[in-house]
T-cell receptor, first 113, second 114 residues
Framework: KAGVTQTPRYLIKTRGQQVTLSCSPI?????VSWYQQTPGQGLQFLFE???????NKGNFPGRFSGRQFSNSRSEMNVSTLELGDSALYLC????????????FGPGTRLTVT | GESVGLHLPTLSVQEGDNSIINCAYS??????FIWYKQESGKGPQFIID?????DKRQGQRVTVLLNKTVKHLSLQIAATQPGDSAVYFC?????????????FGKGTSLLVTP
């Protein structure tokens, strides 16, 4: 099985712009979660989607949003980018149900200038 | 504040020795805990997990111990190899019963010396 894929792998944006990141989960996985990783804050949970519905949400401002499609692929969007949004954005997928194992993709490195 | 924390930010061990990485958590309602390994430039890689109704779980060269009384989690790596050098994170599921929302610790850097 192919692993979790994320596109693009690297992205440079300017303050004030918006960005959309994409994640394709492992085939058959219905849950997709997003995390932000920075040197200062470490790995922080953004949100989780399951069957096209946001099931859990972390403590991030409303500028961070996401969605999941019927094929379980997910996108996250960050509007009005700030310098502090520079980070590695990681997507993880899980089969759902009683299986809690989450498998991570390689991440998208976002740099805001 | 952060509910999952690591006792040591850096651990250096000699090849062949056993490694122990510790983690403290504060959410007594967490029902699931995972250890991840992250190498430079890669996403976290699943190592082993344990549910709150267990005290110990073993994998290949790795063992996770859960002490709910003191809210402590540890990862033991047997016969540590150079390829084990990485940052290790513990994580807890802070939304038990309603999906996944992992709270990660800051990480421990494991350095294996020959």
């Amino acid at each position: 099985k192919a692993g979790v894929t994320q596109t693009p792998r690297y992205l440079i944006k300017t303050r004030g712009q918006q960005v959309t990141l994409s994640c394709s989960p492992i085939s058959g996985h219905r849950s997709v979660s997003w995390y932000q990783q920075t040197p200062g804050q470490g790995l922080q949970f953004l949100f989780e989607y399951f069957s096209e519905t946001q099931r859990n949400k972390g403590n991030f401002p409303g500028r961070f949003s996401g969605r999941q499609f019927s094929n379980s692929r997910s996108e996250m969007n960050v509007s009005t980018l700030e310098l502090g949004d520079s980070a590695l954005y990681l997507c993880a997928s899980s089969p759902g149900g009683e299986a809690y194992e989450q498998y991570f993709g390689p991440g998208t490195r976002l740099t805001v200038t | 504040g952060e509910s999952v924390g690591l006792h040591l930010p850096t651990l250096s061990v000699q090849e062949g020795d056993n490694s122990i990485i510790n983690c403290a958590y504060s959410n007594s309602a967490s029902d699931y805990f995972i250890w991840y390994k992250q190498e430079s430039g890669k996403g976290p890689q699943f190592i082993i997990d344990i549910r709150s109704n267990m005290d110990k779980r073993q994998g290949q060269r790795v063992t996770v111990l859960l002490n709910k009384t003191v809210k402590h989690l540890s990862l033991q790596i047997a016969a540590t190899q150079p390829g084990d050098s990485a940052v290790y994170f513990c994580a807890e599921n802070i939304h038990p019963g309603s999906g996944y929302a992992l709270n990660f610790g800051k990480g421990t850097s494991l350095l294996v010396t020959p």
